[in-house]
């Protein structure tokens, strides 16, 4: 590291959450939250929500999910002071994966943050190749994969397997899936209180249904 350069990973601060009312879905459930309280119009993007969340999993000791740093190479660096360092220019040293790990239960986890402003489906082309690569190769390992889509302007937050995705990315006369396709087959999920966005909910299920498949084999 460059003398007097200084590399910190902040994570933001925690906050709460909740969960929207049942609703009747093809495969996967949905869950509730008080009536009346919506705390999604906070102004806070995706990746804060779930940072929040993470901290919040952190403190409460239930699981340890970081983003995971993107590689940078530095070239230039002015130094107005001598205790001060300012870098002029910075590449990125290699395409990064995805955007979160950790562990939860003993199983590891995986996952990758998307948004859309489209309300009635998702544009595949937001994966890069080298992400669903990644997705694939982690759950031959048999980790515990996905994907937090948020619809920002319908407010909707869906935990979708990083199977699906993959299924729908690898088929060749495909650009999107639809918002029932997501709902069909993924946890949706709601912004409110401690935590942010309460994506282990969904990520118990899919651990449920890993276990029950396993009883059965």
């Known amino acids: 590291m460059l003398p007097g350069v200084k590399l910190m990973v902040k ?4 906050s709460m ?3 929207r009312k049942p609703n009747k879905r093809k495969i996967r459930k949905s869950y ?4 009346g309280v919506n705390f999604s119009d906070r102004g806070m993007t995706l990746e804060q929500q779930i940072n929040e969340s993470n901290k919040y999993y952190l403190e409460e000791e239930m699981a340890v999910v970081h983003k995971k740093p993107t590689p940078v190479q530095i070239v230039k660096v002015d130094y107005p002071k001598r205790s001060k360092a300012v870098i002029r220019e910075a590449y990125f040293r290699q395409a990064s994966t995805t955007d979160y790990n950790g ?3 003993g199983y590891y986890l995986d996952f990758e943050a998307k948004e859309t402003k489209n309300k009635t489906n998702f544009p595949l082309k937001n994966f890069h190749e ?3 690569f990644h997705l694939n190769a982690c759950l031959k390992q048999k980790g515990i994969c996905f994907t937090i889509i948020e619809f920002t302007s319908l407010q909707r937050y869906f935990v979708t397997p990083a199977s699906f995705v993959i299924s729908a990315w690898q088929k060749n006369n495909k650009s999107s899936m639809t918002l029932k396709e997501i709902e069909d087959n993924s946890y949706e999920i709601c912004s409110g209180f401690r935590p942010t966005l309460p994506y282990l909910e969904a990520v118990d299920h899919f651990i449920a249904d890993r276990e ?3 009883g059965r084999e």
């Open 17 to 19: 959450a909740a969960f």
């Open 32 to 35: 509730t939250h008080k009536k």
């Open 212 to 214: 029950m498949k396993n």
């Open 103 to 105: 562990v939860y239960k």
């Open 11 to 14: 994570y933001p601060s925690g």
């Open 130 to 132: 080298h992400q669903i």
